[in-house]
């Protein structure tokens, strides 16, 4: 027989881990199913300066600690991915490795990497997407970041500690990220910013070796020689679940509003997955707790 559960959270980031704290001092069966890692993008953050009596904590360490907390209070946490779901009751969700079914579902699938769509992203060594994980096989090296959002800064900042030299390339002049940030990385002495700039092909055979790269106001076409390209280039949601069921718009987030409910009975959406202004660690976790709380409601 399939394992029942009270309310099940697919997505062990900040806003699912919070929701199984909560569900569980609301005496709940709950389990979490993680596909990746636990804690989520989060995990991957160098350091986290605006997570309120905690700055400077990594983000590792922060997903420790989240994680920590909800398996203390027993939350079950398996690393399988949901494949697919059969809404009713109660709602069936079938996994790799298993088949489970609860009275309610917390979606909180969080975002995926954006990419930049070109040739050879997918097939040549040297493209990232997380400066944390990679860093260390670039130290000495040259390396650029594309991006000019809190991550792009954060991973330029880390690896302007390890790399030789490091390029901040991004489209615009403005930055998105924290001024806070860029004021810190254009202290650093190994970090070139191009601005107003794009990058139009990647050079290599097997492994990169440069970029092609144009300013997008004189329309000058450059090359930089680069070992390693980060791309910082924002998120997109993991939209497939909610979509299947009917829950998300056309662009994969879903629209539901602070209540964290969806049209359909039982499922309720929190984090970076909901549609929303400010996606943030704080906002994520404040999901958490109101979808859970509404999903403890809903079980009754
Ligand atoms: P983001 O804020 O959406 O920034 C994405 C950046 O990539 C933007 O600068 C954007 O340029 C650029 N971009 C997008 N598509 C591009 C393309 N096709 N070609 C070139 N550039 C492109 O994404 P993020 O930096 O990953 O941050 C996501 C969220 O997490 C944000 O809310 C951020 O504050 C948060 N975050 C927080 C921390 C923290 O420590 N608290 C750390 C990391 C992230 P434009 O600016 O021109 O649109």
Known sequence: MNEFFDIIIIGGGPAGLTA??????AGKSVLILEKATIGGQIASSPKVDNFPA????????????LYAQADELGARLELEEVLEIHDGTPKTVIT?????????????????????????EETLAGISYCAVCDGAFYAGRDTAVCGGGNTALQDALFLSDVCRH????????????????????????????????????LLGDSALTGLKLKNTVSGEITELAVNGLFQAVGQQPEGALAQALNVADETGFIPADESCVTPAAGVFAA???????VRQLTTACADGAVAALAACRYCG
Do not use: Q, W
């Open 166 to 201: 490091v390029t901040l390339i991004h489209r615009r002049s403005e930055f998105r990220a924290d001024p806070i940030l860029v004021d810190a990385l254009r202290k650093r002495d190994n970090v070139t910013f191009l601005l107003d700039t794009v990058v139009e092909a």
């Open 96 to 120: 790799d490795y298993n088949t489970y079914t609860c009275t309610a579902l917390i979606l909180a699938t969080g975002m995926k990497h954006r990419s930049l769509g070109l040739e050879g």
């Open 54 to 65: 905690m700055p400077g904590i990594s983000g590792a360490e922060l997903a420790d600690r």
């Open 20 to 25: 199984a704290v909560y569900a569980r001092r």
């Open 271 to 277: 984090g970076d997955c909901r549609a929303k202004e």
